[in-house]
């Protein structure tokens, strides 16, 4: 049978067909044989199909550059009981060529002569159509890596020629490690509702080659959002939803065209016995081998939902509950087989390694906020509110070598003999804190000339010590709009806004790390023996320090905004003070403290 992504192309492709046909439909199409076919949509699917349209190819490449293969298609369908838009669905696609020739300027076979610059001590490419044979064009090149170009080459201060040996081979590097890229994307979007109800839902997937080999990513994202109002819009429920799930290949993409860019060109990519054909010289690698005998994957999820329930009994006051999640998994491989380049150099049969991580972060938040102006003069706002959020992250990675077959890759880590030798290498890890804040917030607001704002947070974190978990950080603002003062009346044909504004607050600053107040070991202390065996050493890290608090900031500023001229020429000026205590450092401490 036929995949989805075969499907999606060929619907894409056919609606490619099928725009001339359509657009000299649409164009010929009397209104009497329209409202006729609208009618037979509307007896089978209960809805009359308003518009059908085709994107040209013009607007298209406007939009994505000059794809192979194109599409964007739109479908409208209206509730004919009550004349409103019921559904509209969009699909568009596109694939597009990147050439090989597109990652850099395509090499001059008699472009070939290389010449030393004086002043950097590097070497410059150089040549044309009267260049002599045998030579090679070299890009910024150290005499260590002109070494590779063989045996007699010569460095002068004149820029002589440098020569080297002729192994007699015609190689292009850079195209055995490229091909021509190839993107496809497709997305289709629905969306629609009724008087009470609105949703929206996408769903896309991309897919883009590299123009180096074995190079690219691929993703696929869905997103999701419900609106439904009752009770008389007094009560709104939204609930939304967006996921993505994201790959791409592990591959040193970069490393592999250097390596491509400066090897000799007469030099073969296999030996006469199949093997690669490398050089024993200071990072310089046979790119094919690179690229060719490594493989690697990086997979990640990803999952935002977040649902609100509003409630606004009266106007200008709204209660909004806020719970929400965000979810990640991530998931790496890698494997360099026998014949890679580093693994012979380190006389390895293979190496892999693994890793995964994962994260959650929870959150939860209720504010209740009420809005009114009074005689049209006097604005007045205020909130009050509760948050509290939890977060946890987790991670694993492992290393082995020497495994008895490549066939497996990556997934047979445990095969490799560096395990049972004790040379592999195993780590993992977990963390979570939380994170409790209240907070309010009014705002007074005259005629809009003068402004005054005044907030306060009180947060708790789990970070910080057990005497100073919590924080308090207020904050106040002042402005006044010069420009809207009756004395200011003959200025308005040329000022558009003048504004003096002055404020203090402080913020705080919470560590990364969630456990640095507390005493914390680790096992990488050595080992020691006893009782006829060796174990593992035990050493601290860190102090316990119950006294770690929240890192404060405590700013002063007064500025002034101005602007003419309808807003065409504007400008700000700034001046504040800055103080910032109890700063988050390390330091060196005698363990256990003095």
């Known amino acids: 049978g036929f995949t989805l992504i075969e499907i999606v192309i060929a619907v894409a492709i056919l609606s490619v067909l099928l725009t001339p046909i359509l657009k000299q439909f649409a164009n010929t199409l009397e209104t009497s044989r329209k409202a006729k076919a609208l009618q037979e949509v509307n007896e089978m699917a209960g809805s009359e199909m308003e518009e059908f349209q085709t994107v040209s190819r013009e607007d298209l490449n406007d939009r994505y550059g000059d794809p192979t293969i194109h599409a964007d298609l739109s479908v409208t ?14 699909y568009s696609a596109y694939e597009y060529q990147l050439p090989e020739s597109e990652i850099g300027a395509k090499r001059d076979k008699y472009s070939n002569v ?47 020629i440098v020569k080297y040996n002729d192994e007699g081979y015609d190689t292009d590097w850079l195209k055995a490690v490229s091909r021509t890229a190839v993107t496809q994307n497709h997305s289709f979007t629905i969306t629609g509702g009724s008087s009470s109800t609105s949703y929206y839902g996408n769903v896309s997937y991309r897919k883009a080659e590299g123009v180096m080999k074995k190079t690219g990513n691929e993703d696929l994202s869905m997103s999701f959002d419900v609106s439904h109002w009752m009770l008389n819009d007094m009560l709104k429920v939204n609930l939304n939803v967006v996921s993505d799930n994201y790959k791409y290949d592990i591959n040193n993409a970069t490393y592999i065209y250097r390596q491509a860019v400066i090897r000799n060109p007469s030099s073969p990519i296999w030996n006469e016995d199949g093997s690669y054909n490398e050089r024993s010289l200071l990072q310089y690698y046979n790119p094919v081998s690179l690229q060719n005998e490594n493989t690697g994957e990086n997979k990640s999820q990803s999952m935002r939902m977040t649902g609100n329930i509003t409630l606004e009994p009266i106007k200008g006051w709204q209660t909004n509950l806020m719970i929400a999640s965000h979810r990640s998994i991530g998931k790496s491989g890698s494997y360099n087989t026998k014949y890679h380049t580093t693994t012979v150099i380190a006389n390895r049969t293979g190496e892999a390694s693994l890793g995964d991580s994962q994260s959650r972060t929870d959150y939860l938040e209720l504010t209740s906020k009420y809005n009114k102006t009074f005689n049209k003069v006097h604005r007045l706002e205020g909130l009050v509110g509760y948050s509290w959020s939890k ?10 070598a020497n495994f008895p077959t490549d066939y497996f890759g990556y997934n047979n880590i445990g095969a490799g003999e560096y395990l049972t030798d004790g040379k592999a290498t195993m780590s993992s890890k977990k963390n979570e804190s939380k ?17 005054i704002l005044a907030s306060i947070r009180y947060e708790g974190s789990s970070k910080f010590g057990a005497n100073h978990k ?34 203090y607050g402080i913020t705080g600053v919470i560590p990364n790390d969630p456990y640095l107040s507390i005493l914390r070991y680790t096992f ?50 700034d001046y504040y003070i800055k103080n910032t205590s109890d700063m988050l450092y390390d330091y060196q401490v005698p363990s256990p403290p003095n």
């Open 435 to 451: 994170l409790i804040g209240f907070f309010a917030r009014v705002s007074y607001g005259y005629h809009d000339r003068y402004n």
């Open 391 to 400: 977060s946890e992250y987790e991670e694993a990675s492992m290393w082995n």
């Open 470 to 503: 919590w924080g308090a950080f207020p904050s106040v603002s002042l402005g006044w709009n010069i420009h809207n003062e009756a004395f200011m009346e003959s200025t308005r044909d040329w000022l558009t806004s003048l504004k003096l504004r002055a404020g």
């Open 114 to 160: 290389v010449v030393l610059d004086d002043l950097s001590n590097k070497v410059r490419a150089y040549g044309g159509e009267s260049a002599p044979k045998h030579y090679k064009v070299a890009y910024n090149l150290t005499s260590t890596e002109l070494a590779a170009f063989g045996e007699g080459f010569e460095l002068t201060n004149e820029g002589s």
């Open 524 to 573: 990488s202390g050595g080992n020691y023996y006893r009782d006829g065996k060796w174990s593992k050493g035990l050493k601290a890290v860190s102090n316990p320090n119950p006294d770690l608090k929240w890192e404060k900031a405590k700013e002063f500023n007064i500025g002034l905004d101005w602007s003419v001229l309808n807003d065409r020429l504007g400008g700000t000026v």
């Open 77 to 90: 369908m209206y509730d004919t009981s009550a004349n409103e838009i019921a559904t509209d669905l969009t």
